[in-house]
């Protein structure tokens, strides 16, 4: 089976293309490797899995519409797995134009090249972000997200919207995935953790937004990824008992579906903060800040759908998952 990946030198695209690759898939991977933050760490992420016998990349933008059209044809993907995108809610206020470009002009090149060569599945990343102004929780997919705080956040809502369409009028599988505060390994520097480590082994000051009473449902990257594999394999389905009278938002009468990607267990930031501290053996200074503007002070997912369709269940905690991620750190930055 050939499956096309897009950030593919990203934390999770490039986890996943390891665990594909291990399994005997061909992997046919796409990333611009733009400067958002450190090229260098895309680098070490891809030479995991730069040189496998069926592994393939290419340095290109999916905005590019010609070469995703080209690809497309040249490959004929079986599966697509969408994960490239402007990511980061504080930097869409800053350059809101680098999130319209990626993530919705993008993202329509990728359905039409699904259309074009009648992709068997779509999956791609959407966001906990959706969840904007929602305060019931744990958060549900079967509940409406029609109340971003983030231009980052409309665009994943717009994602789910645009594949609703391409599922309904051409009967594309797709199934969009919230991930929820994915952690780990060679994760994005401009996440809390890598920029907590690095403050807290330098001796700087660390700032503490909300006070330090955001909750977040921490997610493992090797929890993340067992899950994109159950629903990679399962192509969505039309759901018969779908009502327009009542609609489902996680479902449709097109082979459609959303799920939430997620620990089921929210941590406050103090206690994940906390763990670092235990790991490198140092007190961070903190500064205690307002929440910032596009935060939500707490995440929750609810993930029964991903339980009873996958038998999904996430087996990382936040103290296992900072003691591993606190190893590959010392060991990456060689830091004694």
């Known amino acids: 089976m050939k499956i096309l990946i897009t950030g593919s030198a990203g934390f999770i695209g490039s986890a996943l293309s390891i665990k594909l690759l291990e399994r005997g898939n061909k992997v046919i991977g796409i990333d611009n490797h733009n400067d958002y933050y450190d090229p260098s760490l ?20 999916i905005e590019d519409r010609k070469f995703i059209t080209e690809i497309f044809r040249d490959e004929m993907p079986d599966i697509v797995v969408n994960l490239a995108a402007q990511a980061g809610v ?3 206020i800053e350059n809101p134009y680098a999130y319209i470009d990626t993530n919705l002009v993008g993202f329509g090149n990728i359905l039409e090249g699904c259309r074009e060569t009648k992709v068997k599945h779509l999956v791609y990343a959407s966001s906990s972000s959706t969840y904007g102004l929602n305060t019931k929780q744990p958060f549900s997919v079967h509940d409406s ?9 409309a665009t994943k809502k717009a994602n789910e919207l645009m594949a609703h369409t391409y599922s309904h ?11 929820f505060t994915v952690y780990g390994p060679y994760d ?12 807290i082994c330098s001796g700087e000051k660390i700032q503490v937004f909300n006070y330090g009473k955001h909750r977040r449902d921490f997610t493992y990257i090797d929890d993340t990824v067992k899950g994109i594999l159950k629903v990679i394999d399962k192509p969505a389905e039309k759901n018969d008992k779908w009502s327009g009278h009542n609609p489902d938002p996680a479902s449709s009468s097109a082979p459609y579906k959303v799920y939430n990607i ?10 994940y903060i906390s763990e670092l501290e235990k790991n490198f053996g140092i007190i ?34 936040v103290k296992e998952g900072i ?3 606190s190893e590959w750190y010392k060991d990456f930055y060689r830091i004694n």
């Open 42 to 61: 895309k680098e070490a992420r891809l030479n995991r899995h730069l040189n496998h016998k069926n592994y393939f990349h290419f340095r290109k933008n």
């Open 90 to 92: 504080r930097y869409s």
């Open 145 to 153: 997200v029609n109340h971003p705080v983030s231009l980052y956040a």
């Open 169 to 179: 009028l051409y009967d594309i599988p797709t199934t969009g995935l919230r991930f």
């Open 188 to 199: 994005r520097p401009d996440m809390a953790l890598q920029k907590f480590t690095k403050l």
């Open 262 to 271: 997620g620990n089921n267990k929210p941590v406050e930031l103090l206690e």
């Open 284 to 317: 961070a200074e903190k500064e205690f800040l307002p929440i910032q503007p596009g935060d939500v002070p707490d995440t929750f997912a609810e993930i029964n759908d991903l339980i009873s369709d996958f038998d999904y269940r996430p087996e990382i905690d």
């Open 323 to 325: 003691k591993n991620f």
